[in-house]
T-cell receptor, first 115, second 106 residues
Framework: KAGVTQTPRYLIKTRGQQVTLSCSPI?????VSWYQQTPGQGLQFLFE?????QRNKGNFPGRFSGRQFSNSRSEMNVSTLELGDSALYLC???WGTGAQEETQYFGPGTRLLVL | QKEVEQDPGPLSVPEGAIVSLNCTYS??????FMWYRQYSRKGPELLMY????GNKEDGRFTAQVDKSSKYISLFIRDSQPSDSATYLC??????FGSGTKLNVKP
């Protein structure tokens, strides 16, 4: 079974630009969660989508947004990029319901550098 | 006080040593406990999952949960150089420790 895939793997942007990252979950998984990982703050939860609806949200500004499509693929968008947005962005997928729903499988991440 | 505290390390041990990794937490709502391993330039990989106090063993790995003390541990027996990675504790799906970097020397 194919794992979680993320594209692109690397991105360089300048301040003020916007960026869109993509995530394809494991087949059959309906929940996709997004995280930001930095050396200083660690792994921080952005939001979770389940069946095309945002189900949970972390404590990030509105510049960070996401969506999920009917095939469970998800995108996240960051508008008006700031230097502090430089990070590894990870998505993770899970079944979305049922036993052990808390277990999730991470993709390799998209490394974003904002100059 | 942060909800999750995890010693960042780095922790350096010789091959074959027993490794103990720990996290403390303050949120009583945490009921599910995970350990992830993250190699450099990779996403975290789920190692252990448990929801009850006590020990859970899987090969060389043992996860220990003490809900009364709000303390979880991961023990690695007979550590190998391939265990060199960052280990993150996870709680209730969305909450994580900052990770402990482990280096196992041959």
């Amino acid at each position: 079974k194919a794992g979680v895939t993320q594209t692109p793997r690397y991105l360089i942007k300048t301040r003020g630009q916007q960026v869109t990252l993509s995530c394809s979950p494991i087949s059959g998984h309906r929940s996709v969660s997004w995280y930001q990982q930095t050396p200083g703050q660690g792994l921080q939860f952005l939001f979770e989508y389940f069946s095309e609806t945002q189900r949970n949200k972390g404590n990030f500004p509105g510049r960070f947004s996401g969506r999920q499509f009917s095939n469970s693929r998800s995108e996240m968008n960051v508008s008006t990029l700031e230097l502090g947005d430089s990070a590894l962005y990870l998505c993770a997928s899970s079944w979305g319901t049922g036993a052990q729903e808390e277990t999730q499988y991470f993709g390799p991440g998209t490394r974003l550098l904002v100059l | 006080q942060k909800e999750v505290e995890q010693d960042p390390g780095p922790l350096s041990v010789p091959e074959g040593a027993i490794v103990s990794l720990n996290c403390t937490y303050s949120n009583s709502a945490f009921q599910y406990f995970m350990w992830y391993r993250q190699y450099s330039r990779k996403g975290p990989e789920l190692l252990m999952y448990t929801y009850s106090s006590g020990n859970k063993e899987d090969g060389r790995f043992t996860a220990q949960v003490d809900k009364s003390s709000k303390y979880i541990s991961l023990f690695i027996r007979d550590s190998q150089p391939s265990d060199s990675a960052t280990y993150l504790c996870g709680f209730n799906k969305f909450y994580f420790g900052s990770g402990t970097k482990l280096n196992v020397k041959p």
